[in-house]
């Protein structure tokens, strides 16, 4: 009988050390998947909220939402960028501060260049 417990003890303390071992390395796995990501070549995408329009400097300043907490993002805007608005040709001067924007842009020389930005339309934002 004195067997019984020691045997049910040892079961559970490799049972809980397997547990921590198996959770552990899949919280090691999940932010270098991320950095993997970021790192890549290819266009980014970025649903957000735009904050400010400078016109003069062909930047664009967004807000987006990270965990809890929000952060502000900037775009260098070049010519080729591609604006639109409901499916129609717009320019930069016509975005304005509280309109949601898909960007997608890349990431050349310590900034974000963006490609293309499209303003959504009211229904789209309710599904955020």
């Known amino acids: 009988m004195t067997r019984c417990p020691r045997i ?12 921590v071992l198996v959770a552990g390395a ?8 991320r950095y993997a990501r970021e790192a890549g070549a290819g266009p980014d995408s970025l ?10 400097a062909h930047t664009l300043h967004v807000i987006t939402a990270v965990g809890l907490a929000l952060r502000e993002v900037r775009f260098k805007v070049d010519q080729g960028c591609q604006i639109t608005r409901v499916g129609e040709s717009a320019k930069l001067q016509d975005l304005k501060p509280g309109e949601v924007l898909r960007i997608r842009y890349r990431k050349a020389a310590e900034r974000n260049v963006a490609e ?6 009211a229904q789209e934002k309710e599904g955020l």
Do not use: M, Q, Y
Not at 26 to 33: K, R, T, Y
Not at 116 to 121: D, G, H, Q, W, Y
């Open 116 to 121: 293309t930005i499209e303003v959504l339309p």
């Open 26 to 33: 899949s919280c090691a796995s999940g932010p270098a998947s």
């Open 47 to 56: 649903t957000a909220t735009c904050h400010a329009v400078d016109t003069k």
């Open 8 to 19: 049910r003890a040892l079961i559970w303390t490799v049972a809980s050390i397997s547990l």
